[in-house]
């Protein structure tokens, strides 16, 4: 049998093992404290709510979600109402008037899709499109990665072999991509932490750096530690800018070689920074 919001409310305060009187108290705290009785809940009201079919104000499911240790927005989807579903909206309804919007995952129920198991035939040798060489993706809690889209970006894994941008982007990192920012900037930057840096697909396989066009050719242009060589490519038909490098996790220590005759996984999350 499905349970209603006021029900399951019932039952948190019951697993407590606070009583009505105690929630009313500590909700007139909080209307002290807010300087606002909306948020006060007498025992009467909250008896309502727990056993009929009534909605309360948003001031009152805060006081209760304080009391109670719940997450507001978990408390407000039981009620119908999304808060991240604002987002599918906001393009449709006034486009061309500026203004700020938020950027924030609420919840911890709603999920998003991450790799969890690659292509046997991936090697860590290589920098490769790890969209690419996925095997199966899972979920994980949308509000641990805030801003992480993987409809959006394309992922990239550094090789091991690959030292274009080291130590700025050390052999074994996971990037972040934004396919929409393949113009590469000539300029604008303070620092090499400003410097844009970006992937490439080249014909024998895919590289990341800081780029250079000039006329027809682009340059890849590797970190002075490095000791890389710069390279140079036809715009035409060598390479294609695949997007500016926009996020990034890193080993913070030299990755050991992997056993060629394990099969590839991903770095642990405790092996990378992020």
């Known amino acids: 049998m499905d349970v209603t919001p006021g029900q399951f409310l019932k039952s948190m305060r019951e697993r407590l093992q606070v009583g009505l009187r105690e929630v009313q108290e500590a909700s007139n705290v909080i209307a002290t404290e807010e300087g606002n009785d909306n948020f006060y809940v007498s025992a009467a009201?909250?008896?309502?709510?727990?056993?009929?079919?009534?909605?309360?104000?948003?001031?009152?499911?805060?006081?209760?979600?304080?009391?109670?240790?719940?997450?507001?927005?978990?408390?407000?989807?039981?009620?119908?109402?999304?808060?991240?579903?604002?987002?599918?909206?906001?393009?449709?309804?006034l486009p061309e008037t500026t203004r700020i919007t938020s950027s924030e995952v609420h919840g911890f129920e709603?999920?998003?899709?991450?790799?969890?198991?690659?292509?046997?035939?991936?090697?860590?040798?290589?920098?490769?499109l790890v969209n690419r060489v996925v095997a199966?993706?899972?979920?994980?809690?949308?509000?641990?990665?805030?801003?992480?889209?993987?409809?959006?970006?394309?992922?990239?894994?550094?090789?091991?072999?690959?030292?274009?941008?080291?130590?700025?982007?050390?052999?074994?990192?996971?990037?972040?991509?934004?396919?929409?920012?393949?113009?590469?900037i000539q300029q604008g930057w303070k620092n090499e932490l400003d410097r844009p840096i970006y992937f490439l697909e080249l014909r024998e396989g895919y590289r990341c750096g800081w780029c250079q066009v000039e006329g027809s050719r682009l340059m890849l242009i590797p970190h002075p530690i490095s000791n890389e060589p710069v390279q140079t490519f036809s715009l035409a038909s060598e390479v294609e800018v695949l997007g500016q490098v926009v996020g990034m996790a890193m080993r913070l220590v030299p990755p050991s070689t992997p056993n060629s005759e394990l099969s590839p996984k991903l770095p642990k999350l405790t092996e990378v920074a992020k």
């Not at 394309?154 to 074994?172: A, E, H, I, K």
Request: hydrophobic share 35%; aromatic share 12%; net charge positive.
């Open 45 to 93: 009201r909250l008896t309502q709510i727990e056993n009929e079919d009534s909605i309360p104000s948003v001031y009152k499911l805060f006081s209760l979600c304080s009391i109670y240790g719940l997450d507001l927005h978990d408390i407000l989807c039981k009620y119908g109402i999304n808060a991240n579903r604002t987002r599918e909206y906001q393009t449709r309804f």
């Open 110 to 128: 709603d999920k998003i899709s991450v790799p969890v198991r690659l292509d046997p035939s991936f090697r860590w040798e290589t920098t490769h």
């Open 136 to 184: 199966l993706w899972g979920e994980i809690p949308a509000a641990f990665l805030l801003n992480f889209n993987p409809r959006r970006h394309t992922y990239g894994y550094v090789g091991l072999n690959d030292r274009t941008m080291y130590p700025l982007v050390r052999p074994g990192s996971l990037l972040m991509i934004d396919p929409e920012r393949r113009r590469v």
